[in-house]
């Protein structure tokens, strides 16, 4: 059984601070990780992908993928109110389960100024 | 030039009935997903479709049948709604690498259905 384990917060920052949102993942083999970031009553849309072991950043966010730990994070640096939100971990596995991604129950993020 | 597109937006009904969601996308991605959100916001994979054909079926209710007429399309009609139906469903599409692995799934703006 594939399972993606976030903690469901609320994680709570005030604005400027560095946010740290955290997933684990139970089956080895895993090949693609994403983050989400889903506003209340929108879609989710895409944050960060990352592959390969090690940190990914873009702009404000980071990405850390360690698969001998099972672990991936995001950091969000210089937190905005617009960056609350719930943010959601999803990993890909493929081989026979192609296409599939299994998401996490999401982390709630709020940035208070 | 939006990507993924969903219509309707809004669906109220009540209960028996029978309604179809329309998934349409514009990024000439091979595979489209249907997912269902519940009120605890967790995201769960109903159906996907590669090249028009069904990869993944969930443990879903047989009153769920997708169908994908072309690469592009993919629709979902729900017969005999229930109220534990009333839920907000997303379609997604993606490009699935050919040696495992895939890239991102884009969310179309979602269904909220209203089971009354």
């Known amino acids: 059984q594939k399972e993606v384990e976030q903690n469901s917060g609320p994680l709570s920052v005030p604005e400027g601070a560095i946010a740290s949102l955290n997933c684990t993942y139970s089956?080895?083999?895993?090949?693609?990780f994403f983050w989400y970031r889903q506003y209340s009553g929108k879609s989710p849309e895409l944050i960060m992908s990352?592959?390969?072991?090690g940190d990914k950043e873009d702009g404000r966010f980071t990405a850390q993928l360690n698969k001998a730990s099972q672990y991936v994070s995001l950091l969000i640096r210089d937190s905005q109110p617009s960056d609350s939100a719930t943010y959601l971990c999803?990993?890909?596995?493929?081989?026979?389960?192609?296409?599939?991604?299994?998401f996490g129950r999401g982390t709630q993020l709020t940035v208070w100024p | 030039d939006t990507a993924v597109s969903q219509t309707p937006k809004y669906l109220v009904t009540q209960m028996g009935n029978d309604k179809s969601i329309k998934c349409e996308q514009n990024?000439?991605?091979?595979?489209m997903y249907w997912y269902k959100q519940d009120s605890k916001k967790f995201l769960k994979i109903m159906f996907s479709?590669?090249?028009?054909?069904?990869?993944i079926n969930e443990t879903v209710p047989n009153r769920f049948s997708p169908k994908s007429p072309d690469k592009a399309h993919l629709n979902l009609h729900i017969n005999s709604l229930e109220l534990g139906d009333s839920a907000v469903y997303f379609c997604?599409?993606?490009?699935?690498?050919?040696?495992?692995?895939?890239?991102?799934?884009?969310f179309g703006p979602g269904t909220r259905l209203l089971v009354l």
């Open positions: 990024l000439g991605h091979d595979t």
């Open positions: 479709y590669n090249n028009k054909e069904l990869i």
């Open positions: 999803a990993v890909g596995w493929g081989g026979s389960t192609l296409g599939r991604l299994y």
């Open positions: 997604a599409s993606s490009q699935v690498r050919a040696r495992g692995g895939q890239e991102t799934q884009y």
């Open positions: 990352i592959y390969s072991n």
């Open positions: 089956d080895r083999g895993s090949q693609s």
